[in-house]
C-alpha cells in the first residue's frame, strides 16, 4: 500500500529558499541600520577632546560650531564668534602634540562674501556645503556645490582675502 502524506507535512524547496533568502535580506538590512548608526556617532568621536585642548590652551567664548575638515590633515575646527568676529581653532587630529592653529577674522560673518562670490562667476550652482578648513597652514573656505548636470564641485577659497584657490569637478557618468 501507498503511503500518503499531506501537503502541509511535505517539503517545500522553494519556499524554504524563499524563506533563507528572505531571512539572510532582513539580517543585511538590519546590520546596514546598525552600521549607519555606528558611522554617524563616529563622526562626533574627539570633539569633546578638541574643545578641551582649547580651552585649556586659550580663553574662549562661546563654541558656536565645531566641524571636522579632510585637507592635506585631519581637522577638528572650533568655531567661536564674539560682536566683532570669527575666530577658528584648528585641531590637528593626527598629531595630538601639535600646536593648535588659530584665525580670527575680524568681521562677523567672513564667509558671506567668499559665498556671493562664488555664486555670482557660478550662479547655476547649487551649495550643498561650505566649510572652513586649513591648508598648508592657510585658512580655507571649501564650497561643495552641484552644478546643473549633477557634477559635484568643490572649490577652495582663501579665508583671509577670499581669493580663489583652486576646484575640482566630479562629474556623475552614466
Do not use: C
Not at 507535512?9 to 546598525?34: D, Q, T
Not at 557660478?122 to 552644478?147: A, C, F, M, W, Y
Not at 564641485?153 to 577670499?162: K, P
Amino acid at each position: 500500500m501507498k503511503q500518503q502524506s499531506s501537503q502541509f507535512i511535505e517539503l517545500n524547496y522553494l519556499k524554504i529558499i524563499v524563506g533563507i533568502l528572505l531571512l539572510i535580506a532582513l539580517v543585511g538590512a538590519g546590520y546596514s541600520v546598525h552600521l549607519y548608526g555606528v558611522i554617524r556617532e563616529a563622526k562626533d568621536d574627539g570633539f569633546e577632546s578638541s574643545i578641551a585642548r582649547v580651552r585649556e590652551a586659550y580663553d574662549i567664548g562661546e563654541i558656536t560650531n565645531v566641524t571636522r575638515f579632510h585637507g592635506d590633515v585631519f581637522y577638528h575646527v572650533i568655531h567661536t564668534r564674539d560682536e566683532e568676529s570669527v575666530t577658528y581653532y584648528y585641531v590637528d587630529q593626527s598629531d595630538e602634540s601639535a600646536d593648535i592653529t588659530v584665525y580670527t577674522a575680524e568681521s562677523s560673518d567672513p564667509l558671506q562674501p567668499i559665498l556671493a562670490t562664488f555664486l555670482s562667476e557660478r550662479p547655476s550652482n547649487d551649495v550643498k556645503r561650505v566649510n572652513v578648513g586649513l591648508r598648508q597652514r592657510v585658512p580655507i573656505v571649501e564650497i561643495i556645490s552641484t552644478t546643473s548636470t549633477e557634477a559635484v564641485r568643490y572649490d577652495y577659497y582663501r579665508l583671509t582675502d577670499g581669493t580663489y584657490e583652486s576646484g575640482l569637478t566630479l562629474n556623475n557618468v552614466n
